[in-house]
């Protein structure tokens, strides 16, 4: 934009929706027609439960909501293990924006602010292995808040030094991005890599090579 001041600073990331997406909904799509379930219930059942939410805070563990999605089915352990795997089968990471944000830096500090279960942190840094593109990765289930909370919008700007209007926060959520705006953050609300990428890229106002 003609005339913009701006100095940007930091790069603010959600994980799941924008880096970690579901690629392949069959597994989750099967289940639901074995069991007799509509459409996006079974994403329901697991991630918006009274359990999943308290897991998002650090209050539970991810053995509890799959024993709740168990009972909430009525499936025997093996049927309930296989559940769980088909599940997340069709989940990827997306390797272009994972290399486009190892690009940010060092020009950009980078961080990860995500509502995550306790799990989280070691699916990152162990399967799938990207923690290394961020200089800072906030879990909501490790701090106790969760997006849009403004509270871990801070939390994040004081671990990274920055003031809200010297970074970029990127999330699927239209709730996230309106949470972050509230802040004072710069937000992009991703809808695809190009869209985004192509936001991003005009606010800062330069292609990473």
Do not use: C
Not at 52 to 70: E, F, K, L, M
């Amino acid at each position: 934009m003609a005339g913009r001041t701006v100095a940007f600073k930091a790069v603010i990331w959600d994980m799941g929706g924008v880096i970690l997406r579901t690629a392949d909904r069959s597994g989750r799509e099967a289940w639901e027609a074995e069991l007799g379930l509509p459409p996006g219930e079974l994403d329901r059942l697991v991630f918006e439960s009274q359990i999943s939410r308290r897991a998002a805070v650090g209050q539970a563990s991810v053995d509890q909501i799959w024993a709740h999605v168990a009972q909430a089915l009525g499936l025997a352990p093996d049927r309930a293990a296989a559940l769980e795997r088909d599940f997340w089968s069709g989940d990827q990471v997306d390797p272009r924006l994972v290399e486009y944000i190892r690009q940010l830096r060092p020009t950009y500090r980078t961080a990860l602010l995500s509502n995550a279960w306790p799990t989280a942190r070691q699916l990152i840094e162990d399967e799938w292995r990207f923690a290394d593109i961020f200089d800072i990765v906030i879990l909501s289930a490790e701090v106790g808040l969760v997006k849009p909370d403004p509270a871990i919008y801070q939390l994040a700007l004081e671990r990274l030094g920055v003031a809200p209007g010297a970074a970029v926060f990127i999330d699927d959520f239209v709730e996230n991005v309106e949470g972050a705006g509230a802040v004072g953050l710069h937000a992009i609300h991703f809808q695809s890599t190009e869209q985004t990428i192509e936001a991003l890229q005009a606010l800062l106002g330069r292609v990473p090579s």
